[in-house]
């Protein structure tokens, strides 16, 4: 089942289910937000899908309409944008066939002592990033990216910061989570998402990976119930005035990756930091899919299209260079 955020015409949030197609929506009367569905599940002890029919669902309504007047929201949000941590972990997925028996033939042909601390980790999640039962594997890479006020909501542009060295594009699988009354956490499902990043930053060293990834990101649109398919293929393709400039699929679910979902959850969550209860959570589970490894520079007015068939409509999100927030110089003494 495929849940959409959105506001309707008197401009107030709103909550929909998502046809198959993606075509149309129906709107579910009286529930103002999947956040509020996800206390409401919490509370009750029951499945999300469960409480869904607490609230009728109304006429159904062309998906188009809400795109037209860039009515869409992200498919989880947090009251106060403060209370919502973005996160992600990367190093997580394996490519294509070719990539990964080339990247399997380095690793054993190069001593552990010359590979890089990328390529380390790398090889850490190939021998044990799968937990086994009861035991975590091997924690990932881990990155902080934000709190909510960084997530753009589908067709909005991804403000990126005047200092940007680059602009791109990082198709991935979020998880949207939010931690319950005992500080347990709660996977309400799974959605598309845009982890943007600073991959020009980041190749300077690797030690300006976490200045890489304090961008802005976009989620969605639909927040897909339920578990996740095991394998999953999508496309990323970046338009130009109307023209695709770059377009490559991309595989995900966990037979695509070395870690299981479960070993990334809880190497994320084992901060007890990141159990408070009320608190929402959304995280990246990584990619192996970039137009920058293929060389191509996004430029401002460049639109991202993700779009994995089982999760609905793709996301889309131009490009945009945001105002300075500060000069330097520019922090005031009180």
Not at 2 to 16: E, K, R
Not at 141 to 151: A, L, T
Not at 253 to 276: D, I, P, W
């Amino acid at each position: 089942m495929l849940l959409i955020q959105y506001l309707d015409t008197d401009g107030q949030p709103a909550v929909g289910v998502l046809s198959d197609d993606g075509e149309q929506y129906r709107p579910l009367i009286g529930l103002t937000s999947t956040y509020a569905l996800a206390q409401a599940a919490m509370t009750s002890g029951r499945a999300l899908a469960a409480c869904l029919a607490d609230y009728p669902q109304g006429e159904p309504a062309p998906y188009a309409a809400l795109v037209g007047r860039n009515a869409l929201l992200p498919p989880l949000t947090h009251p106060d944008p403060a209370h919502c941590y973005v996160t992600g972990t990367g190093l997580t997925h394996m490519g294509s066939a070719a990539t990964r028996d080339q990247m399997h033939q380095k690793l054993h042909q190069q001593d552990h002592a010359e590979l890089t601390d990328s390529m380390k980790i790398f090889r850490l999640g190939l021998e044990g990033g799968r937990h086994q039962s009861g035991q975590p594997g091997v924690q990932p890479e881990w990155f902080y990216k934000g709190d909510g006020s960084i997530v753009a909501a589908p067709g909005q542009p991804l403000p990126a910061p005047d200092f940007a060295l680059d602009y791109g594009e990082e198709p991935e699988l979020v998880g949207l989570y939010v931690i319950d009354a005992h500080g347990q956490p709660c996977r309400l499902g799974f959605a598309v998402g845009n982890e943007f990043s600073d991959h020009v930053t980041e190749r300077q060293n690797y030690l300006y990976l976490a200045h890489s990834k304090l961008r802005p990101c976009a989620i969605g649109p639909a927040l897909r119930l339920g578990e996740l398919p095991d394998a999953l293929t999508g496309e990323s393709r970046i338009e130009r005035d109307g023209s695709i400039v770059w377009q490559k699929p991309f595989l995900t679910g966990e037979a695509n990756m070395c870690h299981s979902l479960a070993n990334l959850e809880y190497h994320h969550f084992k901060y007890r930091q990141f159990l408070r209860p009320g608190d929402v959570h959304l995280h990246f589970f990584g990619t192996a899919t970039l137009s920058f490894a293929d060389g191509v520079q996004v430029a401002a007015g460049d639109e991202f299209v993700i779009h994995i068939p089982e999760f609905g409509p793709a996301l889309r999100n131009p490009v945009a260079v945001a105002a300075p927030g500060i000069d330097i110089e520019g922090v005031r003494a009180l």
